[in-house]
Nanobody
Framework: QVQLVESGGGLVQAGGSLRLSCAAS????????MGWFRQAPGKEREFVAA??????IYADSVKGRFTISRDYPDNTVYLQMNSLKPEDTAVYYC???????????????WGRGTQVTVSS
């Protein structure tokens, strides 16, 4: 039973910070690329960040503000979000796929999402 569970979302004022967590279970994801995506109401899902071993990639909209990291023994992925803006408001999803870095959305496993709301 493979499962990804996100946590850490909530309400924060513009300029504030949040740290999202993704706990994976059912198997070891050491050989997988782990990614974060987000979807705002009325908009398409968009790529945020991904990590595979020591390599990372970020969407231009979050570069310099967000940091993705990974704890291999705990099978957990994190997204540290700083200097948050109202346009960051969305449901954030954790995802996993076998192989190297990918931002194309073709992932094998998805979590149910956690809501992030940034107010002015």
């Amino acid at each position: 039973q493979v499962q990804l569970v996100e946590s850490g979302g909530g309400l924060v004022q513009a300029g504030g910070s949040l740290r999202l967590s993704c706990a994976a279970s059912g198997r070891t994801f050491n050989g997988y690329c782990m990614g974060w995506f987000r979807q705002a109401p009325g908009k398409e899902r968009e790529f945020v960040a991904a990590i595979a071993w020591s390599s990372t990639i970020y969407a231009d909209s979050v570069k310099g503000r967000f940091t993705i990291s990974r704890d291999y023994p705990d099978n957990t992925v994190y997204l540290q979000m700083n200097s948050l803006k109202p346009e960051d408001t969305a449901v954030y999803y954790c995802a996993a796929r076998w192989g190297g870095l990918s931002a194309d959305g073709e992932y094998d496993y998805w979590g149910r999402g956690t809501q992030v709301t940034v107010s002015s």
